[in-house]
Each structure stands twice: as structure tokens, then as C-alpha cells.
């Protein structure tokens, strides 16, 4: 039994390193820490606890750096690390964290950039992952839903200007304001006083807002949710065969199987045709041979 390089030996303690619990829970807890600290900035306090801080900031970023040294140890090579999304958002916001936060022009930069760690419990939380994956995924459905939503708002917004400025012009002086109006009412923040207002003057005008409610409430915004959780479902399925747990796992171990035996069938064709060839020619010159 041949006795593995030093490389790959230290590799494999590295590798073992980030994919411990322990070693993740770790990271978890300090990501926390880190958002603490930096709320408990925003907050006047004695010098002797913001020279705390300070160094506590320090102590974090280095444990990040150390921490994303060891997971780009542990990968083959540094094209493979930098080829993951989450592992590039995870070396920008460590390696910018090292700015140092003084009276410098970049002071705001690093302690804004700074804010940001907090995000790296999305690249270290899988399930966090798959729901950011959703979100961005559902967006551009979502968009052409906003846009149809957005029409609806403005032609009511528009109907709702034109009847009704005269009645209260802080809510329906214009469109802009209207539009604002018509926000109100989709988040019910007191619409039925809008409402009762105009029912004065226009005693049937409950039926424009009950209208546009059923259509924005119960309708697009049904439909925005349906989409998110359609992307959802799809995004926990793509993780499960990433996995191989759950019911879309064991689909995937299936077809892959299926695959391998299909490639292993076309393998033992194309050996069943060169070889056929070769034998009907060597029976075909044995008849051939005289008795």
C-alpha cells in the first residue's frame, strides 16, 4: 500500500477541518458575535468598551481569514474555490474586512463592508442558501407579476385622482399621490377611513375599492406567493439530489444508475459488432477448407 504525499495528507486534515460540525458551529456562532458587535456599536458607550470592540473586530476578522484559508486549502486547487458564487461573496467580504477602520477615506467603506459578514450565514447554512437561491430565482416571474400589478395600480390610481381630488387632495391631488393612496389601501393601513370619506360624495364607490383589493390582495399577491413557493420546492429538490436524501435523491441515484447502464449496453454493442465481423469470416474460410 503506497503511502500518500505530505500535500495530500495535510489536505485531507483540511478537508476533514471544514467539513466537522464543530468547525461549522464555530464559524456560525462567530458570524453572530460579529453582527452583535456590531450593533452594540450604534449604541454610546465608554471608551474602554469601544477599545473592546476594537479588538474584538480584530480577533473576528482573523478568524475569518483563517477559516477561509482553510476551506481554499481544502479544495483541489484555487479555480475550483473561486468557481463557486458563495465562495467569491466569502473571500471579497474577508478580504475587505482587513481595511482598517480609522479616520482614513476607507473607513466608511470597511465598516459598511463590515455590516455585510453578517450575510455569510447564508454561504455557511445550506437551508439559508436555498431560500436566497428561491428568492432570486423567483424574481424575474415575480417581475412580469409587479409590472401587471403596477398597471392595476395606475389605471386606479388614475380613476381615483380624477373623482376624487376635489374631496381630499392630500390623498388624490395627482397620480403620484394617488399611487401612494392606492398603496395604503393594498396594505390596509386605515383604508376603510379613505373609503368612508368618498362614499359622502360617492356612496357606490365602495365598489372601486372592494375591487381593487380582491384584485391586488387576494389575487397578484396569491400569485406572487405561489411562485415562491414553486421555486422553493424546486430549489429543496435540487439540494436533495445534490445530497442524495429525499424522494428526489433517490429519482436521481435511479436515472444515474439507469445511465451507467445504458452507456454499459452501448459499450457491449459496439464490442458485439467488431467482433461478429471477425467471426463470420473466420467460420466462412473454415467451410471454405477441403475435407
Known sequence: ?????????WQQKFINIRENKLFEGFVIAIIVLSALVIGAKTYET?????????????TITLIFLVELVI?????TNLKRFFS??????????????????????AAMLGRLLRIFRVLRLVSIIPELRVLLNAFVTA????????????IIFYIYAAIGSMFFHTINPELWSNITIALLTMFRVATFE???????????VYPLSWIYYLSFIFIVAFVFL???????????????????????EGEAGE????????????????????????????TLSTHTSSNKKPH
Do not use: C
Request: aromatic share 8%; net charge negative.
Open 222 to 244: 396569491n400569485m406572487m406567493i405561489g411562485i415562491v413557493l414553486e421555486t422553493l420546492h424546486k430549489e429543496h429538490e435540487k439540494m436533495d439530489q445534490a445530497n442524495g
Open 71 to 75: 476551506r481554499m486549502i481544502a479544495e
Open 190 to 200: 386605515d383604508w376603510t377611513d379613505v373609503m368612508y370619506e368618498t362614499m359622502e
Open 251 to 278: 429519482v436521481h441515484k435511479i436515472d444515474q444508475r439507469t445511465e451507467e447502464m445504458e452507456q454499459r449496453l452501448i459499450r457491449m454493442e459496439k464490442l458485439l459488432e467488431e467482433r461478429l465481423p471477425a
Open 139 to 150: 424574481i424575474p416571474r415575480m417581475g412580469y407579476v409587479s409590472l401587471l400589478m403596477f
Open 84 to 105: 463557486k458564487g458563495w465562495n467569491v461573496f466569502d473571500f471579497i467580504i474577508v478580504v475587505t474586512s482587513l481595511i482598517p477602520v480609522d479616520d482614513s477615506e
Open 46 to 58: 465608554s471608551p474602554t468598551i469601544l477599545t473592546l470592540f476594537h479588538y474584538l473586530d480584530l
Open 1 to 9: 500500500m503506497e503511502a500518500q504525499a505530505p500535500s495530500a495528507v
